[in-house]
C-alpha cells in the first residue's frame, strides 16, 4: 500500500462523481456527487430508500455503477467486488453485525489475513493479537471462545476492530450505534477520533441525530437517491436538517414537533385498568416490577438499556416465565402464563426485533396480517377468504400500509410498513393493552410519524398501550406517564406536566447517585474491615 | 489474595470491564452442551466398545479388529469429503456412485495401463466431476442437494456404459503392485490415516479451512469480509469428488477387481457418521476429530450387529442403523437448542 505524503494530499480521498444507479425501473441514485476528505467524519444521512446505502453499495463495489466514477485518492477506480474495495483501503461495517457466530472472536477478527508460519495458520498468535487489539476496543473477553456468546455491543465491536485493523483509507460504518450500549457508543466515538487522528477518513451513517453533532464534521444529506446538501455540521440547526431529510418545510416541522405525538392528548379515564402487573419478580432480572395502563392511556417505560424494560413487557405476555408476580387484565387474573394466553386475554406483544419475531419474510402483506387471527377467521377449520380479505383492507387503510396490494411480498416492503404489518397482525386481534418494545426503531422518519401518529389514534380508541422507546422524546412526547425503570426495579414515575426529559433524567440520576453513595460507604467499611484485620499482623 | 479493595466500577476511565468482560464464560450447561455435541461420539464409541469388549469374547480379538479397520477404512474417505462440504452447509450424494465409479476406473487403469494408470484416471475423473458440481452450485447458484444427486445418477449411469451394463469385470492384475496400496490392514490404516490427518491440518490451520467454516456460519459475511467463496465452494466438491473416487480405487486395489454394484447408499452412511461426530448439518460447525470418531462407531456398531443379530439378515442392520441416526440427530438438535445455536 502506498503511503500518501501528508503535504501534496487530494482534496479528497473518495469521491463519487455523477453516480447512477438504477434497479429494475427504479431510479436509486440519481447523479449523486459525494466527496469524503482524508481525515474528517462525515455524516451520511436521509430517510430509508434515500439511497444511502445504494452509495455505499456503490464506493464499496457491491454494486456497479450505471453512470458515473468512484475516485479513490484522485484515481478512478473500479471495484468488482468488496474485496478489491477493502484491498484499496475502503473497509465497511455493517449495521447488521456481519461476522460468523459459530466461530471464535479471534478467527472472525482475522478471516481472510490470519497470522501464518510455515503456510500454517499460527493460531496461538493469531489469539495473542487478537487478545491485545480488542483490549484497545474495550471488549476484554476469551478470544478462543464462539463470537455468538458475546453482547451484540462487543459483536459490533469486533467488527469494528476487524475494519479498523486492515490498512484503511476510508471507514465506512452503516448504523454502528443501533446495538450498542451508551458506555459502547462512547468507546466508538473514542475509536472514531482515534481514527481521524491517524488521518483515515469516516463515513458515518446514522439516525441519531445527537450521535451526527457530536462526532461528525460534515454531513451529506440524501432525499429520493439524490444529494440535497453538503456541508460543515457544526451550525445546521437540527430542525433544518429534519426538514432536509424530509424535504418538508422547517416551520412545519417545528409547528408539530419532533415526534407525531399529539402534546394536548386527553389522558385515559380512571376506572379500572386495562392491566395491572404486580410484583413480577425473575432471579437477577426483574424485582417486584408493578405497573398499571388503563384503558386509553400511554404508559411508557424508561430507563437505560438493560434497566429491565423488553423483559417487563416479555414477562407480562409471559414469554418469559417469571419466579413470582401476578397479571391482572380487566380485573381477571390470568391463570396461565403463556403468549397464547396473553392474547385470548386481549394483551398482544410488538417485539423489539421485527425481523427475528414477528415478519414472516416471504408471506405475502396477508398472510401476515391474518396469520394470529385465523382461528377466528375460520369456520370448521376452513379459511373464510372473504372475511380475511376484508380485515386485510381494513388495516391496510386504517394503518396506512403502503403496499402494492395485499398479495405483495412483505419482505418487499420498507422497514415501516413491515412494522405497520406486524402492528395491523396484533390489532386485528381485537386487544385491550397493546405492549409496543421499541416500535419506530429502524425505520425512517416519516414512517416513524406515522407509526407514533397511530399509537396515538389507537389509545384515543381506548386501547391500554405499553411504549418501550430508547429514544427519550419519543418516550416523553408519546406518553401520559412513565414508569422508570433501573436494574430491573422500578424507580420512579412521572405522570401529567412531570413527563419531562429533565424529570426522567432526574429520575435516572438521582438513584444512581443514591446507589453511588451506597457502595462507596459499604467500600469504607469493607476496606476498614480489612485494614483492622491486618493490624494485629506482626 | 488480594489486600487491595477497589471501587467495584468506575466509571469515567474509558472503556472499562463491561458486560462483556462479566460474562467472559459461559453458563455451566451451554458448556458441558457444547463437550457433548464435540466429544459425544468419542464417548459413545468408548462405551460401546468397553461393553463389546467386556461381553463379547470374539469382539476384542484381533481379527475382529482388523477386519473392521481393514475392510472399511477406505470407505471412510467418503465421510472426511463429506465433512468439509457439510461445514459449508451443502451436501454431497455422488459420493456413493463415485466410490463405485472410481473402483470401476482404478481396475480398468490397472488392466490396461498400470499402477500410475489405476491411480491418476479415478482421481482425474473424481476431481473433474466434483468441479463440475461444484461450479454449478458455486457459479450457477443451483442447489447442492439437486445438483449432487443428478451426480448420483451420471456417476451410476457413467459406470454402466463403462462396464457395458455390468457385463465388462475389469480385473486389477495378479502382479500388479497396484494390489499393495490395498492389501492387509497397515497399509489401509496409515494411508486413511494420513489422509485424515491432513484433512484435520487443512480445516483447522488453512486459510481455506477457515474459509469452509466462515461460508457455512454465515454465507453472506464471509462474502462481505472478502473471502473467496465461490471458490471454496467449487474447492470442496472437487475434494469430496475426488477423495470418493481416489477411496473407490483403493477399494479394487483390495478386492482386485472393479465391482459395479458396490457404493449404493454409502453417501448416506458418510452423512450419518459426519452429524454423529458432531458437525452440523446446517453447516458452520465441524470437526474431523469428530467425523473420525463417527466412522469408527458406526463400523463398531455395524459389526455388534452383524455379530449378535446376523440371522436376522442385513436388512436389520440397516434399520438399527436407521434408528441410531435418528437418535443422533434428536439428540443434536437439543444440544443446540441447549447452546442457543438457533
Known sequence: MVQQDPGPAPDSVLEAVGVDKSFAGVHALRGVDFALRPGEVHALIGENGAGKSTLIKVVTGVYRPDAGRVRLAGADREFRNPLEA????????????????????????????????????????????????????????????????????????????????????????????????????DTLFEVIWGLKAQGIAVVYVSHRLDELYAVCDRVTVMRDGAVVHTGEIAGLERLRLI?????????????????????????????????????????????????????????????????GRSETAKAITGALATDSGTVEVDGTRLQHRSPAAAMRAGVVMLAEDRKAEGIIPNLSVRENIVLAALPRLSRAGLVDRRRQDEVVRLFMDRLRIKAAGPDQKVSDLSGGNQQKVLLARWLCLQPKVLLLDEPTRGIDVGAKAEVQALINELAEDGLGVLLISSELEELIEGSDRVVVLKDG?????????????????????????ARDADTRDTDTQDTDAKDQDKEPTP | MSPT???????????????????????????????????????????????????????????????????????????LGMTFVIITGGIDLSVGSLYALGGVLGAYGAQTGGTWLAILLPLAVGAGWGTVQGLLIARAGMAPFIVTLAGLLGARGLLQAVTHEGATTYLVPAGSWFRNLGAGVWTPVILVGVLFALGGLLLT???????LTALGGNENAALLMGLPVARAKVLVYLLSGTLAAGAGALGSARLGSGVTTIGVGYELTAIAAVVIGGTLLTGGSGSIGGTVSGVLLLAVIHNLIDHYFSQYGSAFTDAVNGAFLALVVLLQTLLSRTQQLT
Open chain 1, 86 to 185: 477493502q484491498a484499496a483501503g475502503i473497509s465497511t461495517i455493517y449495521q447488521e453485525v456481519n461476522l460468523v457466530p459459530l466461530m471464535s472472536v479471534a478467527r472472525n477478527l482475522y478471516l481472510g489475513r490470519e497470522p501464518r508460519r510455515l503456510g500454517l495458520v499460527d493460531v496461538g498468535r493469531m489469539n495473542r493479537q487478537a487478545a491485545q487489539e480488542l483490549r484497545r476496543f474495550g471488549v476484554d473477553t476469551d478470544v478462543t471462545r464462539p463470537l455468538r456468546t458475546l453482547g451484540l455491543g462487543a459483536q459490533q465491536m469486533v467488527a469494528l476492530a476487524r475494519a479498523v485493523q486492515v490498512d484503511a483509507k476510508v471507514v465506512i460504518m452503516d448504523e454502528p450505534t443501533s446495538s450498542l450500549e451508551p458506555r459502547e457508543v
Open chain 1, 243 to 307: 426538514s432536509l431529510m424530509l424535504g418538508r418545510e422547517m416551520s412545519a416541522v417545528r409547528e408539530k414537533g419532533a415526534t407525531a405525538f399529539e402534546a394536548d392528548r386527553s389522558a385515559g379515564a380512571g376506572g379500572r385498568p386495562a392491566l395491572r402487573a404486580t410484583d413480577l419478580s425473575l432471579r437477577h432480572r426483574l424485582h417486584r416490577v408493578s405497573l398499571e395502563i388503563r384503558p386509553g392511556e400511554v404508559v411508557g417505560l424508561g430507563g437505560l438499556l438493560g434497566a
Open chain 1, 489 to 513: 426495579r422500578v424507580v420512579g414515575e412521572l405522570e401529567g406536566d412531570g413527563v419531562t426529559e429533565d424529570a426522567l433524567l432526574g429520575a435516572l440520576a438521582q438513584d444512581a447517585d
Open chain 2, 5 to 79: 479493595v477497589l471501587p467495584p466500577t468506575t466509571l469515567s476511565s474509558g472503556p472499562g470491564p463491561g458486560p462483556s468482560a462479566a460474562s467472559a464464560r459461559l453458563p455451566l450447561r451451554e458448556r458441558l452442551a457444547a463437550q457433548v455435541q464435540r466429544r459425544g461420539a468419542l464417548a459413545v464409541l468408548v462405551l460401546v466398545a468397553a461393553i463389546a469388549s467386556a461381553t463379547s469374547a470374539t469382539f476384542p480379538t484381533w481379527s475382529n479388529v482388523s477386519s473392521i479397520l481393514g475392510n472399511n477404512a477406505f470407505v471412510w474417505l467418503l465421510a
Open chain 2, 205 to 211: 490451520r488453512s486459510r481455506f479451512g477457515a474459509t
